[in-house]
């Protein structure tokens, strides 16, 4: 297991830090770029702002960095744990660790991604080690793997945690 994986964990428990907190700092804001002033996203079509807001951006829009943040740990509260908390059964039993990688590769792919899901299938027979192998299944954009969205769906990078690193952390 990795110890950076297991140290980050045992940071986030010894304080108190939440699984949206974790998630966004740990997992979620390494990956994704952040820009304070919005931009058009060629690759979606849509103005974008911060870690990849796009809902109600438009173009002028500026945000501080603190408002940034704040507007990930809103979004991924409401928009993406609460919904992971209603399509997966036993949500609440789920270990910390699987819970934060559910929770990153949902803000990547999509909620309705996510709850269609082997993974979430297997998190709902608490087959942990499962589902975290299987959340790596999601490394593709165009029908072929792509190098980032593998290291970020396993084992992460020299400088980024990946979801499954953490996600089997928590395990053991």
Request: proline share 2%; aromatic share 8%.
């Amino acid at each position: 297991m990795s110890k950076r994986a297991k140290t980050a964990l045992a940071s986030a428990m010894a304080i108190g830090l939440s699984v949206v907190a974790f998630t966004a700092t740990n997992l979620t804001m390494p990956w994704e770029s952040k820009r304070n002033v919005a931009y058009w996203d060629a690759l979606g079509s849509v103005w974008t702002v911060c870690y990849g807001e796009t809902q109600g951006v438009k173009k002028g829009d500026a945000y501080t960095d603190q408002q940034c943040l704040d507007m990930l740990l809103r979004r991924m509260e409401r928009d993406y744990e609460r919904p992971l908390a209603v399509c997966i059964p036993n949500y609440s039993s789920i270990p910390f660790s699987v819970k934060a990688s559910f929770l990153d590769l949902a803000y990547n792919v999509g909620v309705g991604a996510v709850c269609g899901s082997t993974a979430a299938r297997r998190a709902a027979a608490k087959n942990w080690v499962g589902a975290c192998e299987a959340m790596t299944w999601f490394n593709r954009a165009g029908g072929r793997v792509v190098r980032g969205l593998q290291l970020r769906r396993e084992d992460g990078d020299a400088h980024r945690i990946g979801d499954r690193e953490i996600c089997l952390a928590g395990l053991s």
